[in-house]
């Protein structure tokens, strides 16, 4: 049961990352054009905005590989490990990484938000640095409960 249940995690891991892809591909080279129109005096503005949302999807696909990875020490019962802890930190950095970074875009969501007179523009831009600092919350609490766990583990075995 425990084999079936991670190869849907897994293959679930897996299709959360084909739609970023998609993301990068066609909608980033879109925002940086509709950057440009609303600062046409920082036509930098195009390499700033490619930059910030190219470089959120590499910290994006190094969490899912660590996700991958806590994944295959679940099936080698190696859940309870250091390693496992280590990927759920590094789970965490990736996510507060995404979040402060997509913060940074957030001036340009007002930006359109002004342009288009339509203010809910600003809240799909707080959607994904909201979702990513709860991940990190998330992963710091379970890294937290599998540090305990691996300390009363230990302890256990020290007494035996």
């Known amino acids: 049961m425990k084999k079936v249940t991670t190869l849907f995690l897994k293959i679930a891991v897996i299709f959360l990352g ?35 949302f190219y470089g959120s999807a590499i910290p994006f696909y190094f969490a899912l590989y660590q996700a991958f990875k806590l994944l295959r020490y679940i099936d080698k019962n190696k859940a309870f ?27 340009l969501f007002y930006l359109f938000a002004e342009i288009d007179d339509a203010p809910g523009v600003i809240f799909v831009g707080l959607i994904v640095p909201f979702a990513s600092m709860v ?7 379970l890294q937290k409960l599998l540090q305990e766990a691996i300390d009363i583990k230990s302890e256990n075995d020290l007494t035996v």
Do not use: G, N, R, W
């Open 18 to 52: 084909v739609p970023v892809l998609a993301l990068c591909i066609f909608l980033v080279p879109e925002l940086s054009e509709i950057a440009v129109e609303l600062l046409p005096d920082f036509t930098q503005i195009k390499y700033l905005v490619s930059i910030i």
């Open 81 to 107: 490990s250091q390693s496992s802890v280590q990927a759920l930190k590094k789970i965490k950095i990736c996510a507060i990484t995404i979040s402060v970074l997509h913060v940074l875009v957030l001036p």
């Open 135 to 141: 991940i990190a919350v998330f992963a710091a609490v």
